[in-house]
Structures are given as C-alpha cells and as structure tokens.
C-alpha cells in the first residue's frame, strides 16, 4: 500500500545525544515536510523539500538538520543543539508542493528527552 | 502576519447534536483553505479543503464547511456527530506552497 512510513514510533533520548527519526514515502510525491506536535500549539513546520537535493527552513528550524539524498526520504536530524526536544514529530508529503494544500501525513514519532 | 486562529481549544457535545467548529484567518488575498483531523497519537487527515468558487465545500465523513470572506471565517459542521468524531481538528491555510495549521480544537463526544 502506498503511504508514509515513519520510524521509530517511539524513542527516548539522554540530553545532549542527536537522533534521527527516519521518513519514507512510496507516493512518489515531490515534496516533504517535517512539522513538530506540542499540546495547545498545533503543528509547526521545521523543514521541508520540494525536490531532491535541496530544502528550507520552517519556522522553527534551529536546533533541527535534516537531508534529501532520494526522492522518497527525508530523514530529521534532532540535534543537541534543540533546547526542548521532547515532542510529536510528523512527517508529510504532498504532490506539487502543496499547491494543492493535501499533505499526506505519516503517523509520528514521538520523541522523549530524558 | 498572516495566520489561521481556532478560538475554541476544546468543545463538548452530545452524540447525535449538531457540531461547529470556528476557524479565522487573516489573509490579503483568498486563501486555500483546509481542515484536517487527527486521531490520538496518529497523523492527520484530510477532510475537505477550499480554493474558489462555491463557498459550501463538503468533506468526507459528513463533514461541510462554509467560506465566508466577509467574515473571514471557514467554519467546519456536521449535522449529527457519532461518538467516533472525538479527535483533534486542524484548520489550515496554504502560504507558499507550505501548509500553516491553527492551534487545533479537540473534540469531545458524551453518549
């Protein structure tokens, strides 16, 4: 079936270690976008891509790395840098780069800092 | 700056009443417009989405929403909502080729 693939669904981290939460489409859609999840904020948008081998800044994009070696994977890079990690991250992808607005979403990881 | 804002965080209602859920953006031009949900701990879903033309759009699930410039509102609503609508609703607009949520509004459904 095609989808969003987003691994692992959990994960725990000490502070100052970096983590890689891992995004995979087989949608063959152009862009991706990774947003972050706290309660009473809704989503905000770290990074996103709209083709291979190159992406922008979200809003909130410090502390955050991320790379679009392959069409189909846009991995995220949460750094020791990010000063309050702990959150739900989702990965999405859309055709056209969203001009359509319809992101297909991933089901998250959440990530907890220990 | 441009935005959307939901101005309820969290509604309760009764299974079988009628639901609606307020969404206001701030925007120069006409706005594509979205609603999402989203169910604990999973990823969100589209459920209908506006760009022109008749201003009642209709949504999967039974849900419809209504684009009203004059008061810069795309309200969602569903006449009778099932115990299975409980979840986290998303109003969104498109800037730039990047979809910009609102804070969501969760919902909360009594038997």
């Known amino acids: 079936d095609g989808g969003i693939t987003q691994s692992p669904k959990y994960l725990f981290r000490k502070e100052g270690q970096n983590v890689t939460l891992s995004c995979e489409q087989n949608?063959?859609?152009?862009?991706m976008y990774w947003y972050r999840q706290d309660p009473g904020q809704g989503l905000r948008l770290i990074y996103y891509s709209q083709i291979v081998n190159d992406f922008q800044k979200g809003d909130i994009a410090e502390g955050y790395s991320v790379s679009r070696e392959k069409k189909e994977s846009f991995p995220l890079t949460v750094t020791s840098a990010q000063k309050n990690p702990t959150a739900f991250y989702l990965c999405?992808?859309?055709?056209?780069?969203?001009?359509?607005?319809?992101?297909?979403f991933g089901e998250g990881s959440r990530l907890t800092v220990l | 700056a441009q935005s959307v804002t939901q101005p309820d965080i969290h509604i309760t209602v009764s299974e079988g009443a009628s639901l609606e859920l307020r969404c206001n953006y701030s925007y120069g031009a006409t706005p594509y417009l979205f609603w999402y949900v989203q169910s604990p701990g999973q990823g969100l879903q589209l459920l209908l989405k506006y760009f022109s033309g008749d201003t009642l759009v209709q949504g999967i699930k039974g849900f419809e929403a209504e684009f009203k410039r004059s008061q810069s509102s795309f309200n969602l609503r569903k006449p009778s909502v099932h115990w299975s609508d409980a979840a986290e609703y998303f109003c969104a607009y498109n800037q730039g080729g990047k979809l910009i949520f609102g804070q969501g509004t969760e919902l909360s459904v009594k038997p």
């Open positions: 949608l063959n859609h152009d862009a």
């Open positions: 999405a992808s859309s055709q056209q780069g969203a001009k359509t607005g319809e992101l297909f």
